[in-house]
């Protein structure tokens, strides 16, 4: 049993997906009104992608939908610290692959199989900790049908995911129905995507100056810790952590020292101390700064700073 399993309970007529593996004999389940339940796995059983087609009521067609979401894709679905992924096969092919892991340039193969038509298959599951040594994921794949006059090629693709662009993908996935950070892999380069390449180009030229607006006073005590900045800090290396915690320190001091506040506390945490160190060195070098300290020990430590302005 996987996250993102979909599963029916024995003793009623609900289903659900998997959504955590809580221990070995229970898991989380989200039933369908959106409540997420904790359940013996003796209590329910999983149910085939093959059978919940056969008992699901048919659909109206969507033609431009499926033309929009046809080829294969790499999905990672699940919560942030317990993530499955999928390989998902929405076109007319049938789908034989393999699947490596390649962290500096050694090769583990994880699996290989077929996967039918509009089918997908888990390949394995994973988590965002630790996102910037992930390895690349390597996928070989051909695709065949039975009856085509077409030979299609062997394909290899090469998948190195970064932070920006993983937080950016997350959407509903194909044929899996569930939100999911997802990847094409059989993408090529079209005209509509050059011309949004050339928009995100446009968008990073410089603008005009903008009238200055009213700087807003920030709040008198702002806590830096990372979980308090960004929910995607777990895809996130250290030195990105660092640089918006320090980017966010002086952003507030600036804001703070322009809207006429007399005292800001800012709390760091102790860690290794870095980030400490790094904010007692800007605010020994600030000339609108009258002295700086540490503050409510009782409370944190030594990890808070006081900082008094001109």
């Known amino acids: 049993m996987h996250i993102g399993d979909k599963v029916k309970l024995i003793h009623s007529k609900e289903e659900g997906i998997v959504t955590r593996i809580i221990n070995d004999l229970t898991v989380e389940v989200e039933i369908e009104d ?10 329910i059983v999983v149910v085939s992608i093959k059978e919940a087609k056969f008992f699901s009521e048919p659909t109206k067609k969507d033609d431009k939908a499926a033309l929009a979401e046809k080829g294969i894709f790499v999905a990672f679905a699940g ?8 390989l998902i096969n929405n076109t007319d092919y049938d789908l034989v692959f393999t699947y490596y892991d390649d962290k500096e340039n050694k090769v583990m193969a994880v699996t290989s199989g077929k996967i039918e038509s509009r089918e997908f298959k888990l390949l394995k599951n994973t988590t965002l900790e630790n996102f910037d040594k992930w390895p690349v994921l390597v996928l070989q794949y051909m695709q065949f049908r039975e009856g085509s ?11 190195k995911f970064k932070a920006q662009g993983f937080r950016e993908s997350k959407r509903q996935a194909p044929l899996i129905a569930k939100l999911a950070y997802t990847f094409q892999v059989d993408h090529e380069i079209g005209h509509s ?12 030229k ?7 607006n009213v700087v807003t006073k920030p709040a008198k005590e702002i806590d830096l810790h990372i979980e308090n900045l960004t929910k995607e800090h777990m895809l996130m290396g250290n030195a990105d952590k660092f640089k ?11 804001q703070a020292i322009a809207s006429g506040l007399n005292e ?3 709390i ?3 860690g290794n101390g870095s980030l400490k160190t790094a904010i007692h060195k800007i605010l020994s070098k600030h000339k609108q700064i009258k002295f700086f300290q540490d503050a409510q020990k009782d409370k944190f430590g030594y990890g808070a700073t006081l900082v008094k302005i001109y």
Do not use: C, W
């Not at 959106?34 to 003796?42: L, Q, T």
């Not at 919560?79 to 999928?86: I, K, M, R």
């Open 264 to 266: 800001i506390t800012f």
């Open 34 to 43: 959106g409540f997420k339940i904790p359940i013996s796995k003796r209590e």
């Open 244 to 254: 918006l915690q320090l980017d966010m320190f002086e952003k507030t001091l600036d």
């Open 206 to 212: 410089p603008k005009p100056p903008a009238l200055a």
């Open 149 to 159: 006059n077409e030979i299609k090629p062997f394909i290899e693709k090469r998948l």
């Open 268 to 270: 760091h945490g102790v």
């Open 193 to 204: 995507d050059k011309e949004q390449i050339k928009d995100k180009l446009n968008e990073n």
């Open 79 to 86: 919560e942030d610290n317990q993530l499955v992924l999928y």
